[in-house]
């Protein structure tokens, strides 16, 4: 599949809440260095700072340029160019295998000494689906359903794009239980933007849950 480069963004569309500088709130956030936090790109500063994020995931379109934090390398900043589509729309690009192989590999490297951001446009779908492929990835041994729970605990909005679920089902060889267990969880509650959340790497540390 060939990508188009992308003429106009898509909107897409998160467990402790970090500060917001819209409101200045703060809950009591959690600062493990084992965490994966899935923000908006609105709040992708204020995320990076509050937590001391060591690694970065951006899912938009090609025309978004988001600029790696000072307090992060670069090599720590996975770019994968976008838009949140599930069926091919001209002049958009469509999530595929290539993008999906990036983010594995980026999150197996993630060294959990300090924590890794995930964000898209929203907080909602690009990046929702990110963090349940990267917590798959690194957690092969737990049911899908235990984590797509995590994450429908952790963030009421979050609908991961279906169609990287679906091309990480068939990476992982995981024979369609990532896309049962999404679908099961639902459409979640409609916002046009997420709130910060985060998940525990280790998904099984508390599993009575």
């Known amino acids: 599949m060939t990508a188009q480069r992308p003429q106009r963004p898509v ?3 998160p467990a402790p809440i970090l500060i917001s500088p819209r409101d200045g709130a703060r809950l009591t956030p959690i600062m493990k260095p084992e965490t994966i936090y899935v923000s908006p790109l609105s709040l ?9 994020v060591g690694h970065l995931v951006t899912l938009i379109n090609h025309d978004t340029l988001v600029a790696t934090p000072p307090s992060i390398e670069p090599d720590r900043h996975l770019r994968l160019a976008m838009n949140d589509i599930t069926e091919p729309q001209d ?3 469509l999530p595929c295998e290539t993008h999906v ?3 594995v590999e980026f999150a197996l490297a993630w060294d959990r000494k300090a924590p890794l951001l995930i964000h898209c446009w929203a907080g909602i779908s690009r990046s ?3 963090a349940f492929i990267s917590l798959c990835a690194i957690n092969p041994e737990a049911p899908e359903a235990l ?3 995590r994450l429908r605990e952790a963030s009421p909005t979050a609908y991961p794009n ?4 679906r091309l990480a089902d068939e990476a992982l060889s995981r024979r369609g239980r990532m896309i ?3 679908e099961r969880i639902g459409r979640g509650e409609l916002a046009s933007e997420a709130i910060p959340f985060s998940l525990a790497a280790d998904v099984t540390a508390d599993a009575s849950r």
Do not use: P
């Open 11 to 13: 909107l897409d569309g």
């Open 44 to 52: 992708v500063e204020a995320t990076v700072a509050d937590a001391s």
């Open 91 to 93: 002049g958009l690009v």
């Open 101 to 103: 192989a990036d983010l």
């Open 128 to 130: 929702t689906a990110a």
């Open 147 to 149: 984590i797509a729970r």
């Open 162 to 165: 279906r169609l990287m679920v």
């Open 180 to 182: 049962d267990a999404i």
